[in-house]
């Protein structure tokens, strides 16, 4: 059990966003009550962690357990890990084409998988790897999809952008074109009667796309349970927020749509906006919009390192302060939950995943010329004929 006088105030630094101060720091969060090995214990989020516009801030007290933190912290590093191979594979020239990378942003794929059910909807943009895996899908199915191999989760013929589940509706290559596919899920969802929420996740350089606000017009008019997700990272390609958007407050966009901006580094934030939202679309309230300010620690997409807009100092003093995975790893050793061998246990054990995952991935085969025809259809949705042909002849998973 960790005593409340173990933990020692830090001085953190914040965004100034306009409406108020968000702090953005990863390790601002602080026990309410004495934490506990078995019992679920009370913790207060920092006083700005939440902005809101037409609405109320979420609660700052949250219930959390020992072994959701440790879980949340392996699955941070193993999405890590897999993006660091995607990294090293395409400078092999073994992942050819686009591959967008999320390192940095571990806290908003991972927070958001643990404040969801697996019956709610996620789709997003194209840096969508994490999300596919916490999705239903595997390291290795990535990974092979990556390389163009059968065992990818499109196998091999989607590549890094065209990734799906059955609750996932993918990465998508269009800039903001996910967003009113994103409402028509919701739509469905509502239409069919089925009380969950819909995510859909952009970035902050696809907010200002006319299909965005259409999507926005049209939720609110229908009352839509669809929560609007903007990953704010601080670029747009190579190009910061405030040199393309007149109106950086991207939770205040929505017009008569209510919004919350969250810290994005902080998972314990980062979850609990998700329930929070959550609740708020299917109780019966309509659509919400939810920015996470976070920061990707690499270039838009691996093509585009970088190196031309962000300096080497900055990335390094981010990663110091605002780093997803030692904010909670404090949190975890300074709690007393776990020492810092067995945290370094986790670590190895989720190297290890990923790199059995790559080897695996590596043997796989390439897809054949008849693969060209199949996966046309999902199972079950496939017309009952198809160009004259009876469905029985058309292949699909």
Known sequence: MASLARIRPRFVPRLSVGVRSLQTSADSTQLATDAHHSEPFRVKLHEHSFNAYRTEVPSLDVEVTKDSLLSMYKDMNAMRRMEM????????????????????????????????TPDDRV????????FAVLRGGSIKGVIAELLGRQDGMSHGKGGSMHIFTHSFFGGNGIVGAQVPVGAGIAFA???????????????DGASNQGQVFEAFNMAKLWN??????????????????????SNTEYFTRGDKIPGIQANGMDIIAVKKAVEHTREWVTSGKGPIILE?????????SMSDPGT?????????RMRSTQDPIRGLQRYIEEWGLASEEELKKLDKEAKQEVDQAVEEAKT?????????WTDVYYKGTEPPFLRGREREEVHYY
């Open 224 to 245: 839509l349970p669809v929560v609007f997700v903007c990953e704010n990272n601080k670029y747009g390609m190579g190009t910061s927020a405030e040199r393309s958007s």
């Open 292 to 300: 996470f300010v976070t920061y990707r620690y690499g270039g838009h």
């Open 189 to 203: 969802q509502k239409y069919m009667d089925k009380k969950v929420a819909t995510y859909a996740m952009y970035g």
């Open 85 to 116: 191979a995607a990294d090293a594979l395409y400078k092999q020239k073994m992942i050819r084409g686009f591959c967008h990378l999320a390192i940095g942003q571990e806290a908003v794929s991972v927070g958001l998988e643990r404040g969801i």
């Open 364 to 372: 796989s085969p390439f897809p054949v010329e008849k693969d060209l």
């Open 123 to 130: 789709i997003t943009a194209y840096r969508c790897h994490p």
């Open 308 to 316: 031309t807009y962000r300096t080497r100092e900055e990335i390094q």
